[in-house]
């Protein structure tokens, strides 16, 4: 690794979630303050603001915006379940474009007791139901494969391979993945997969944390890159290799770093993703 790779976090971002106890103004001036390139936002930080104004001073801090996260939550037990959702994942395709963010991460959503395969039929159903105000908006729609133990009511698309699979029924330039290695990392056919989705054009975003050894929560214990035990750098060399050039989003979800000052927590992001990305 060069001595210019040590230092340079221009294709660093943070998701708003990550540093959660900011606002998102804070975020965007904590992080441009630290010399990272991007910043994701999720939309519980745009709650009462003025989008495209939040949009605008991300921009002129200095940072790229590379996403809104999230939609997706589309299979439901009842139509009427099923057409909310598809109007929630509208609004944030119109939240995305105000904002100026290129894509929406979407986890796709499942249903206790309701058959896998009858959520995936949902879920490419309802991203196709979105798709024409996505091509209005030139939004694009990355599809995030959760962990299995996420397969019960968070997402029923759990491999690259599944989402491939959606990808592939709906063979639109503006559909692609999310790859996330806390999701991901465990898969026997992850090289193949990756290969595949940038052979496919379709490799929209990755994103960087760790699986920490023992996990004392699944959802809200992961880990800074290095803490755990994911290849995060071999995971980064495929989606490289496999012709992605964007951004590395650092998405940590922790009670245990929420719960610290979250300067000193940014700084170990830096540390971390210099030393362990």
């Known amino acids: 690794m060069s ?35 991007g910043i994701t936002v999720w939309r519980q930080w745009l709650e009462g603001r003025d989008i495209g104004a939040v949009g605008e001073k991300a921009r002129a801090s200095g940072l790229e915006m590379v996403s809104l996260c999230r939609g997706g939550f589309f299979p439901a037990a009842t139509q009427a379940g099923r057409d909310e959702a598809i109007e929630d994942n509208r609004l944030a395709i119109r939240e995305a474009a105000e904002l100026g963010a290129p894509m929406v991460v979407l986890v796709c959503g ?17 991203i196709a139901a979105v798709l024409p105000l996505a091509e209005e908006h030139d939004v694009r729609l990355a599809i995030e494969p959760l962990h299995p133990v996420y397969a019960d009511d968070r997402s029923a698309i759990n491999t690259m391979a599944s989402a491939n699979a959606v990808c592939d029924q709906l063979d639109h330039p503006l559909v692609g993945i999310a790859a996330d290695v806390y999701h991901i990392w465990w898969d026997p056919d992850l090289e193949e997969q990756i290969r595949i989705t940038g052979e496919k054009g379709r490799l929209f975003g990755f994103h960087v944390c760790d699986w920490m050894t023992p996990t004392a929560d699944l959802l809200n214990d992961r880990g800074l890159m290095g803490e755990g035990c994911i290849d995060i750098r071999g995971i980064r060399a495929m989606v490289e290799a ?29 540390k971390a993703y210099l030393a362990h990305t």
């Not at 221009?10 to 390139?37: F, M, N, Q, R």
Request: glycine share 8%.
């Open 3 to 37: 001595a210019a790779a040590l230092t340079d976090t221009s294709k660093l971002c943070v998701h708003t979630i990550t540093t959660k106890p900011w606002s998102v103004e804070e975020a965007i001036d904590k992080y441009a303050e630290a010399g990272i390139g």
């Open 110 to 126: 499942a249903v206790p007791g309701q058959a896998l395969e009858e959520s995936r039929k949902q879920i490419a159903d309802g």
């Open 242 to 270: 496999a012709g992605f050039s964007g951004f590395n989003e650092v998405e940590v979800f922790s009670d245990r770093w929420w719960a610290e000052d979250q300067d000193h927590f940014l700084t170990e992001i830096k």
